[in-house]
């Protein structure tokens, strides 16, 4: 009888060692730890992560790992639970385009918690990141868009990324990271119902799929049980969930380099990533072209059908909402120049100014984009200046794209930016760790003066 999807996936995390990742994947990890490190530190002071921070509080728990928002000790599983929110609420986590997931914010909170309760090194984590990664990712990739119309697949495949790497963390034989899949997928969940009024549910659904992945791998280490054919069955995650999954890529290709995290782009804009493309092309014509705010007669926005489906019906409601309304980012685009995590106030809301160029922002379905989608997240932007001048542009892979890359100073920079709270000497002192990660013998430490 041939192997399980569970199975081949458990095989593949019992082999992957430290030694066996190259230079640049090892890097990779690093540079993932430390731009997911900077957006939870910058969604410390959100309602959503002040929230959590009150539950894990008045639950209480074993000191086993850190609240990253505050610094205390709490339990790994409720560490996984604020740290995944936390991350989550500035929209600047990273993300993976052809599994349409934001693999840091389930997978790294569950492996830096287990880490710590563990008492593991800096390779042992980065392994767990780097496995956390593939399977979250490879998950993304064959359930597909027809999952994502419904699902957010961060928080339904990122769950069997966390378990992953707490799997990998927790030592767990093929028959435990068989049932700890189990477990992960009967508790994926995440629905985009919360997008049109601007819920909070965005931040619950990393939050639980750190969390559950953590729980997952602890519940198997214990001797409990899942469902061995979660992936392939006829009432498993996929049949339910997809109407056209393709269980191939849970596995084709599987262990050999390179490997999916290599592909993770870094968001360079504070904004749901189906709007980058269009906020890169509108400030790139604006600095060409030398367009003002004050200038601009139309901007009209052509996207792919999935932006075009969840994004079209979002209405401005908060600050927070802002981030996936496509005419709010466009004209702040054009007006300040820059779309970063200042952008979102509610004094910008308020804004007549913006309101105004807002009125000025169409948005429509281009076919010919998806073709491309989701290996690409295109768009094409036109601006019409009050002069009578007309520029467009497509923008196929915007700034932090894995195929526009940041570099290592752009997204220090960004590191420092998000995490300016913390004193220069922390911040300075966390780079240099995260950076030796490998070098690290106990997780534990990095936190022990942070």
């Known amino acids: 009888m041939s192997a399980t999807i569970s199975e081949q996936l458990a095989d ?32 410390a002071p959100a309602k959503p992560t002040e929230a959590m921070l009150a ?25 996984a639970l604020v740290n995944g929110a936390a991350s989550h609420v500035v929209e600047m986590d990273d993300l993976h385009k052809g ?59 990122g769950t069997f990324g966390a378990a992953a790497a707490a799997g990998k963390l927790l030592d767990l034989d093929r028959d435990r990271l068989v049932a700890a899949f189990g477990s992960a997928g009967t508790q994926a969940a995440g629905l985009w119902a919360f997008l049109a009024e601007g819920a909070m549910s965005k931040q619950l659904h990393p939050a639980k799929a750190a969390a559950d992945g953590v729980l997952s791998a602890l519940l198997a280490q214990e001797g409990f049980t ?41 968001k360079a804009y504070a904004a749901c990533y189906h709007i980058h493309s269009a906020i890169d092309a509108t400030l790139q014509l604006c600095r060409q072209h030398k367009i003002a705010g004050n200038g601009v007669q139309a901007i009209n926005a052509r996207l792919y059908q999935v932006a075009v489906n969840l994004l079209g019906t979002v209405q401005l409601a908060n600050p927070y909402v802002a981030k996936f309304h496509v005419p709010f980012c466009l004209a702040t685009a054009a007006q300040y120049g820059s779309v970063g995590v200042e952008a979102f106030t509610e004094e910008r809301l ?98 022990d003066e942070g």
Not at 99 to 119: M, N
Request: glycine share 8%; charged share 25%.
């Open 55 to 79: 539950v894990a509080r008045d639950l209480g728990g074993n000191e086993e790992a850190t609240l990253v928002p505050n610094g205390r000790k709490t339990s790994a599983f409720l560490a």
């Open 226 to 266: 899942g469902a061995s054919r979660i992936f392939e069955d006829e009432k498993g995650f996929c049949r339910a969930m997809a109407q056209e999954a393709d269980l191939t890529r849970f596995t084709d290709g599987l262990g050999k380099p390179p490997h999916r995290i290599m592909d993770t782009c870094f």
């Open 350 to 447: 308020g804004s007549n100014l913006l309101k105004e160029l807002m009125g000025k922002v169409s948005v429509a379905h281009d076919p010919e984009l998806d073709k491309d989608h989701p290996a690409r997240f295109p768009a094409v932007v036109e601006i019409v200046t009050k002069a009578g001048e007309t520029h467009a542009l497509r923008v196929d892979y915007p700034k932090g794209d894995c195929k526009n890359p940041m570099t290592s100073e752009e997204l220090l920079a960004k590191f420092h930016q998000l995490a300016a709270k913390w004193p220069d000497g922390i911040r300075m002192r966390v780079v240099e760790q995260v950076m030796a990660l490998e070098q690290v013998d106990n997780v534990a430490a990095l936190f």
């Open 12 to 43: 593949f995390l019992l082999e992957l060692k430290f030694d066996q990742l190259s230079g640049d994947t090892v890097g990779m990890a690093k540079r993932c730890f430390l731009d997911w490190l900077g957006s939870a530190i910058a969604g």
């Open 99 to 157: 599994s349409i997931v934001h693999p840091a914010a389930p997978v790294i909170p569950a492996a830096l918690a287990v880490a710590e309760r563990e008492g593991a090194s800096g390779e042992d984590l980065i392994v767990a990141i780097v496995a956390g990664y593939e399977v979250a990712i490879r998950a993304g990739e064959a359930m597909g868009t027809s999952h994502y119309r419904y699902w957010h697949s961060t928080g339904t495949c």
